[in-house]
């Protein structure tokens, strides 16, 4: 990771992106996720961090869990390709469904963000109208297992007194993790055989495991239905009775039936869930099976359990996982690290907060430099992580907030979607396999690609540009040939920020087209004022058509400075409107381009004795500058060196970075003078 990082740095050098490298972090350097290991044990302390047996996603290639997103519409890993496979696995789990009502209650707040994001965001998350019950897992003879707690969500968690029984779904872990009783292995061994079953058969109840009702002590038995209609998302339900006039309304805990926010307080303070959520939105599970997360800094002890590392071993590197130790808590020898390691997402989650303090070797951040620098003014970032990332970004800053550790618990102010830049790829028709484009026979007809070595079918699709795809293109390659202006400019020429782009070569030649238009602007300026008398004296005229030289004259009788003057305010009000407000930089680009077409047109005694053009060509090159900077400079530099700078409009001894940016002028004329037009003698 580290040497793909450098060759990312090394790339952006050449593209010439202006950065504040002093802040360059790191994720995968030990003085980064050091601090991703502090913070994941202060969410253990606050009891934001569990393990829990899962049903998960597992590449038996990579052999490591996969996240939903990682699996295809076909069923297949995103690395590898192979056929994923159903695997039950004790998992790292992070709580994320108790920060779920705040975060789904701040998304109105977010008015500066798309409404398609919160949108999704509101999607993901869903309304919060029902809750966790955690049910402590029993033997009949009361002992309870410690290893496992029984899930459910329900809508009313006050009715939790009449509980009358739980029901889970036959493919339940708990099923496969206590088959204790005979009458589950008979279950089970009628599903595996794909036997019919009776309406006896149909309905199980276990009869050595039960659930406690943590509100009055009694068991609540557990069924097996297959045909049960279980809340979606879910693999449990909590069946109530309202028939039996045994259960009293009022419990020994002091809440009624009626009162729902007197059971999820009680649920929430003992322990037991209430925290209000979605019946589909689930826990965060972190847990990977290889090398390259951030190790969980957890100890297993054979005595204590679960030990979080004490923080002054921290880091926990990956050549410590799974490896014998000593248990921080009893001091036995009989514990090792935990072998898993985090998905990356988690490294992720928090790094804007690194930014604000990158240096600092005793806290992740201090609270005053993320108070200083947070929240974030403009968050770029791609509509893929609309959902996942955003929501477990949010998720931490919230919990960072209540820590004290930042002042408000939004951690972006704004948002600018980025669309996917794709490009051609291809797999393998056989196996899912993704190959490059260099492996494929060049000029297949479309849809009949070989792979040159072996014949062998592919798929071709225009996808999202990555590595575990191999169809990502080499900036290299683009700026041997082309230069880093218009590498940077094809990326954004255009298509707004938020769409789609496929990635073609042929598209380049266009835009160099009106690259070529800026540096034709400069270059006639350059020449006009060389050819011209070097006067210092000019006088002012209220028509251009005063001019002695009739050539000129005939040139265009009809152009005057007050147009330019207002074609230059228009270009610069769109321009500084669309990247200031709208962060529509497209338009931005063709608002240029259309100030530079109406520049080209301009009569040539205009362009050499006009100061109004001068500050006009001045201003495109700065508004220029954030697109296409390498040349912009170049042409600020041919500009200032045939500029007249007895005029205070711009100082030009000082290079293109240090100029303001232009802003309207209703009184260009009056500044210069107070004439209508000033014509250079």
Known sequence: RRVHGDKMKESMHRIGFAMDWNREINTSNRDYYKWTQWLFIRLWEQGLVYRDWAWVSWDPVDKTVLANEQVDSQGRAWRSGAKVERKLLKQWFVRTTAYAERLYNGLPELDQWPDNVRRIQSTWIG?????????????????????????????????????????????????????????????????????????????????????????????????????????????????????????????????????????????????????????????????????????????????????????????????????????????????????????????????????????????PWQPEASNRLLPVDVYVGGIEHASVHLFFARFFSYFAFDRGWTKQPEPFKRLLISGIIKSPTYKLSSSGRYVSPDSVTEGSTPGKEVTKTDNQPVQFTWEKMSKSKLNGISPESILEKYGADLLMLAAIYGMPP????????????????????????????IKLRIISTDKSQYKEQTDVTEQTDDTEKTNDTSFDTETLIEERNQCVDAVTMDLENKLTIHLSIESLQKFSIFLSKTPEFIIRDCAIYELALGD?????????????????????????????????????YDQRWPTRDLSLSAKLYDSKQLIYK
């Open 127 to 363: 309304e919060p109208n029902g809750t966790i019950i955690q049910l402590p897992v029993c033997t009949n003879d009361c002992i309870k297992l410690i290893d496992y707690r029984l899930n459910v969500w329900t809508k009313t968690p006050q009715y939790l007194n009449r509980a009358s029984k739980v029901i889970i779904h036959p493919t339940h872990p708990l099923l496969t993790l206590y088959p204790e009783t005979k009458s589950i292995n008979q279950y089970q061994q009628i599903q595996q055989n794909n036997q019919s079953l009776s309406v006896n058969q149909n309905v199980q109840t276990l009869t050595h495991i039960t659930v406690c009702n943590p509100i009055n002590n009694q068991f609540i038995p557990i069924t097996i239905d297959k045909d049960y209609e279980f809340t979606p998302h879910r693999l449990s339900d909590l069946c109530f009775d309202f028939n039996d006039n045994s259960y009293s309304e009022n419990t020994s805990n002091g809440w009624s039936d009626s009162d729902f926010q007197s059971a999820i307080t009680w649920l929430r303070e003992n322990g037991y869930g209430g925290h209000l959520s979605n019946n589909k939105l689930s826990d965060w599970l972190i847990s990977r099976q290889r090398r390259w997360g951030t190790p969980i800094p957890m100890i297993n002890c054979i005595n204590c359990g679960d030990v979080p590392v004490s923080d002054h071993c921290l880091p926990i590197t990956l050549d410590q996982i799974g490896s014998r130790t000593e248990c921080p808590s009893c001091g036995g020898s009989d514990a090792s690290h935990e072998p898993d390691t985090m998905d990356t997402f988690v490294d992720s989650a928090w790094y804007y907060f690194r930014y604000t303090d990158p240096e600092n070797d005793s806290l």
């Open 498 to 525: 938020e769409a789609e782009k496929k990635w073609r070569v042929e598209d380049i030649l266009g835009i160099m087209r009106y690259k070529r238009k800026y540096w034709s602007l400069i270059d006639k300026f």
């Open 620 to 656: 495109l090159c700065i508004m220029l500058c954030p697109f296409i900077p390498l040349q912009s400079h170049e042409m600020w530099r041919g500009l200032s060196s045939v500029c007249r700078r007895n005029l205070s409009l711009r100082d030009y001894d000082l290079p293109l």
